[in-house]
């Protein structure tokens, strides 16, 4: 055999299939050929082009069928459509998940500072300060924060090779993504941590301290 070339590795089936050495031969030396794929790169839109397509075939040969005429953007998205699907309803998921964490958070705490409202009332009668009291709010919902984030992130450890049947060009243990999503937790407990913070800051200190 004359080799004429020599060619880039690149993967052929899907994103998920490895990169494998190949051998291209001409279609004219195949025994076996029965049917073949055309890739045709074009400045024009790719509707126009498949009726210029369809017309120049014809005019060859009017009895030769042309199947499943699409755009390689097309034919990607169907090869990626599962793993497009699978990542939407994790992302809802995970979403749904935060929002959950945030209500939860902030109805502890807005239970925690109705229950201590006569104590933060005798801390501001005694000279205590709106930020001392932001402060005692926002540390508990800190040390919430760090726990659960804590548990979170061991159990996400744990379970990752679930998921790695699932992804690719990532790795199921893939840093940066742990990093954004403790940012992520770490932003949403501060926005669930805020209004119970900010409506102890406000307490009447005659009125927290009639408060039963």
Same mark, same amino acid.
């Given at each position: 055999?004359? /080799?004429?070339?020599?060619?880039a590795d690149s993967k052929w089936d899907s994103p998920r299939s490895d990169i494998k050495p190949f051998l291209y031969s001409p279609y004219a030396q195949s025994p076996d050929l029965g049917a073949l794929t055309f890739y045709v790169r074009t400045e024009r839109d790719p509707a126009q082009m498949a009726a210029t397509l369809h017309e120049? /075939?014809? &005019?060859? +040969?009017?009895n030769l069928p042309i199947n499943n005429m699409r755009t390689l953007a097309a034919q990607v998205e169907d090869v990626v459509f599962n +793993?497009?699907?699978?990542a939407v309803l994790s992302v809802s998921l995970a979403v749904l998940a935060a929002l959950l964490a945030a209500l939860g958070l902030y109805g502890v705490l807005a239970y925690v500072v109705a229950r201590r409202t006569r104590e933060i009332g005798i801390r501001m009668a005694l000279g205590g300060r709106r930020v001392d009291i932001l &402060?005692?709010? @926002?540390?508990?919902?800190?040390? @919430?924060? @760090?726990i659960g984030g804590a548990i979170g992130l061991a159990a996400a450890l744990a379970v990752t090779? @679930?998921?790695?049947?699932l992804l690719y060009g990532v790795s199921a243990r893939d840093p940066l993504t742990f990093v954004a999503v403790a940012i992520l937790l770490v932003v949403v407990s501060a926005a669930a941590c805020y209004l119970p913070a900010r409506r102890a800051m406000r307490v009447d200190p005659m009125v927290a301290l009639r408060y039963e």
């Open positions: 055999m004359e /080799i004429v070339g020599v060619v120049t /075939i014809g &005019r060859l +040969d009017a +793993d497009r699907l699978v &402060r005692l709010v @926002l540390g508990q919902g800190a040390v @919430l924060t @760090l090779q @679930l998921a790695a049947s």
